[in-house]
């Protein structure tokens, strides 16, 4: 798994890559994207409310 590191203007997922050549910024691991993975959750929630009002199950 490559890891997605993270400087003040941009985004590298090199390795190879420590500072930032733009901003002189070292890269710091970033934070998984939470967000995405909340909306993905809740897409998937929703849709199995929908699919739980449909079999009558609510
Ligand atoms: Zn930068």
């Known amino acids: 798994m490559r890891l997605l590191k993270k400087c003040e203007c941009s ?3 090199d390795p ?7 901003c002189n910024e070292r890269f710091m691991n970033a ?4 967000f ?3 909306d993905k959750y ?3 929630r929703r849709r199995m409310k929908e699919l739980a009002k449909e079999k009558g199950l609510l």
């Open 11 to 13: 985004y590298t997922i």
């Open 36 to 38: 995405s993975l909340h």
């Open 31 to 34: 934070s998984p994207p939470r």
């Open 42 to 44: 809740a897409g998937y």
């Open 16 to 22: 190879d890559r420590t500072v930032c050549e733009k």
